[in-house]
């Protein structure tokens, strides 16, 4: 009998999965991947090193939970191949005493940001110290609010700038060691990215030792926080940390405090122990549980199918080339969609429009382009409005915009006649609110539209055309409003692409005017085709 097996796999040469395999590939979602941290942000090293730790540690990762809040770190509990919770703003730690306090054999991480632990979160942050409660926080501290749009936070250096404090911050920021060694945590280390290998000791020991342990992560966020203060890279953040950070392990926490361009003071400063609460309360109780007590534990398991991933669930569904449903009259749509806009208007022609996707997509700046074309070029009475969860990336939102020949007595948008979505989650959310006869524009791979709603669809390859033919998937938002120029002329075409000029970045003009191009051109070819059928 021959043995089948390659000369290769005989030589016992990896194969080119086994090759391109990451070590941590178990431990993480993949399938969630691409993240969607900015190029140069630290988190991407903070979650590699907890990975690490993570492995090193030997915990049995069954019993491993991961709790965030909200923020751009709140995604790692999503990123995370563990029983992971993605909880409400500042709510991380709560939930995860209430998880420890459920089942005490779990560990339980809390991994979130400064602005969510420290700020909103900031009573549960010192009780849960002052309590000792068995729990390991990592807090990245980037020093303002990222996923918000770059906001003052509770860690924001005094004089530093950010999106709401263009003159320089006039608060003292807290020091998150000393407040968490007042407040009685029983480990508090502080490392930035840059010292990696440390960083994930510090973590391997959090993660080991019982009571609260607290690791904050020192975390180039260069979008926002690093644009206001000139340091726009990654790099520069990296640099700034070799020149600025030193290590002590011995000082008092309170000698810790970051000034703008100080020094970054880093090191082991507690590592004591006492009991901790599950001690007490075993002391007290013996192996009773609080949960046991109530019959908590003896509930019927939740159904959580029901929920599909819940709130972990990705709003991205993923690209596929496959065909998708031809356009059904666009022109007649609009025209049907105007009419009634009209005969609601009661002759004024008001036509609402809602534009919808997730943070991160350009819908807000698309609403904002429209609205601008509309009153400035076009000079029509526009009215928008932006809905936006507490995340600007990766979270929910949309613009309504009504724009009319009339003045606009009310502003809200009721019963759009034009839905424009670019997420599924939107398109489930506000579909049913589109007029009867309205026209609906999806993204043709981000959005499966639902036959059962009996609407017609257009889909716009907005997403595949950007990341394809122009190489930059950010410019799908303007790609998108090419189509939605050409097929409904709500705005003229020569007022969207001077509104286009005055809204995007410098330096972009020429790939957004591409992408405005490419749009309107399948627009085009939309009602030509339609037009020769
Ligand atoms: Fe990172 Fe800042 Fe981008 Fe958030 S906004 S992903 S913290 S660089």
């Known amino acids: 009998m021959t043995d089948s097996r390659s000369e290769d796999e005989l030589a016992g040469v990896p194969t080119r999965e086994e090759i391109e395999r990451h070590p941590m590939d178990e431990l993480l979602r993949t399938e969630r991947l691409p993240h969607i941290w900015c190029p140069g942000c630290g988190l991407g090293t903070a979650l590699s090193c907890f990975t690490s730790a993570l492995m090193r540690s030997g915990l049995d990762l069954d019993k491993v939970s991961i709790v965030s809040g909200i923020g751009c770190t709140g995604r790692v509990a999503g990123y995370l191949r563990l029983d992971g919770f993605h909880t409400t703003h500042g709510r991380a730690i709560p939930f995860a005493t209430g998880l420890k306090l459920a089942n005490g054999d779990l560990k339980v991480v809390v991994f979130s940001g400064d602005g969510d632990l420290i700020a909103i979160g900031g009573n549960h942050f010192i009780h849960a110290a002052r309590r000792n409660m068995d729990l390991t926080v990592i807090c990245v501290n980037n020093f303002n609010y990222g996923m918000t749009g770059g906001q003052v936070g509770p860690t924001t250096p005094t004089g530093a700038r950010t999106s709401t404090s263009p003159k320089g911050n006039l608060e003292h920021p807290f020091n998150v060691p000393n407040l968490a060694a007042a ?126 991933e819940g709130i972990l669930a990705q709003t991205v569904l993923p690209l596929s080339p496959k065909e998708k449903e031809k356009p059904v009259r666009p022109r007649a749509l609009v025209s049907q969609a105007r009419c009634l806009a009209e005969r609601e208007g009661g002759g004024g022609a008001p036509l609402e429009i809602l534009l919808c996707g997730f943070g991160g997509q350009g819908i807000i700046l698309s609403g904002k382009i429209t609205g601008a074309g509309a009153a400035l070029h076009d000079e029509r009475e526009v009215t928008l409005t932006q809905s936006y969860g507490p995340e600007s990336r990766g979270g929910a939102c949309s613009t309504a915009l009504i724009i009319s020949d009339e003045p606009i007595l009310y502003p809200h948008v009721t019963c759009p006649s034009v839905i424009v979505s670019m997420s599924q989650e939107s398109y489930t959310t506000y579909q049913a609110q589109l007029a009867e006869g309205g026209l609906l524009l999806i993204d043709a791979d981000l959005v499966e539209p639902d036959p059962a709603a009996g609407q017609h669809v257009i889909p716009i390859p907005a997403t595949r055309i950007a990341e394809q033919d122009l190489g930059r998937r950010i410019v799908a938002n303007i790609v998108m409003l090419g189509a939605l120029t050409a097929l409904t002329e709500v705005v003229s075409e020569g007022a969207m692409r001077k509104a286009i000029l005055d809204r995007v970045p410098k330096g972009t003009e020429e790939l957004n005017m591409k992408a405005f191009q490419m749009g309107y051109d399948y627009g085009q070819g939309l009602l030509s085709e339609e037009a020769s059928a």
């Open 183 to 308: 407040a009685g945590a029983t480990y508090v280390a502080r490392w930035t990215v840059l010292h990696a290998r440390r960083l994930e000791k510090s973590m391997y020991k959090a993660l080991l030792r019982p009571g609260f342990s607290v690791v904050e992560v020192i975390s180039p966020c260069p979008t926002l926080y690093g644009r206001f203060n000139r340091r726009e890279y990654g790099t520069d953040m990296i640099e700034y940390y070799h020149q600025k950070a030193v290590i002590r392990h011995d000082v008092h926490p309170w000698e810790v405090d970051i000034g703008l361009g100080g020094e970054i003071i880093c090191g082991e400063f507690v590592d004591i122990e006492r009991p901790t609460f599950q001690d007490r309360l075993e002391e007290k109780f013996g192996e009773l549980r609080p949960s046991d007590d109530l019959g908590l534990l003896h509930r019927p398991p939740v159904e959580l199918e029901a929920h599909g």
